[in-house]
T-cell receptor, first 115, second 116 residues
């Protein structure tokens, strides 16, 4: 079956530091890839997505590139802010047959940014 | 409201009791997902609805778990004879696009279930 593996947290960074959260996936076909974010006290929300190989998703200064050759979708941001403190989830969507799409999430990585 | 609404937000129950968790999706969203979020375990898929039918029930952990959706809208997740290992946050999400690609999943804030 499909799976998503992302780096274990928690990750603690100082403000303006560079962020990388690694994500790799296993899928049988050609999935779409996502990063979702959960800010404290809020529900998960989509941060960015990429639907085919070499696509780059970007939003709020975050970027991730769909790398089919390495089955990866690493999340990066050049300069983090305190307001980026949240839990980040990598996810994939793939047609699983029987009229259903399977959306699979990683375990989440908690990011804390300190001033 | 404009978002996905889940109720109750918190539920404490005794082992062996039945519980019902409710999800009100965004109006017009045909696809609805239930996930379970346990500490350190990420999001575990439970069940998916397209309209009122559930083409994928593969994630339900046991026959104590069941879910239904009526009128293509409200969904109820029922856990019978609750066990302590059922303690988790139960998340509901809805989307216009059944693939979750063309339109993203919109999540509720979840129901935190504690089984004592």
């Amino acid at each position: 079956g499909n799976s998503v593996t992302q780096m274990e947290g928690p990750v603690t960074l100082s403000e303006e530091a560079f962020l990388t959260i690694n994500c790799t996936y296993t899928a049988t076909g050609y999935p779409s890839l996502f990063w979702y974010v959960q800010y404290p006290g809020e529900g998960l929300q989509l941060l960015l997505k990429a639907t085919k190989a070499d696509d780059k998703g970007s939003n709020k200064g975050f970027e991730a590139t769909y790398r089919k050759e390495t089955t990866s979708f690493h999340l990066e941001k050049g300069s983090v802010q305190v307001s980026d403190s949240a839990v980040y989830f990598c996810a994939l969507s793939e047609y699983s047959g029987a009229g259903s799409y399977q959306l699979t999430f990683g375990k989440g990585t908690k990011l804390s940014v300190i001033p | 409201g404009a978002g996905v609404s889940q109720s109750p937000s918190n539920k404490v129950t005794e082992k062996g009791k039945d519980v019902e968790l409710r999800c009100d999706p965004i109006s017009g969203h045909t696809a609805l997902y239930w996930y379970r979020q346990s500490l350190g375990q990420g999001l575990e898929f439970l069940i998916y609805f397209q309209g009122n039918s559930a083409p994928d029930k593969s994630g339900l952990p046991s026959d104590r778990f069941s879910a239904e959706r009526t009128g293509g809208s409200v969904s109820t997740l029922t856990i019978q004879r609750t066990q302590q290992e059922d303690s988790a946050v139960y998340l509901c999400a809805s989307t216009r696009s059944w693939s979750g690609v063309d339109s993203p999943l919109h999540f509720g804030n979840g129901t935190r279930l504690t089984v004592t």
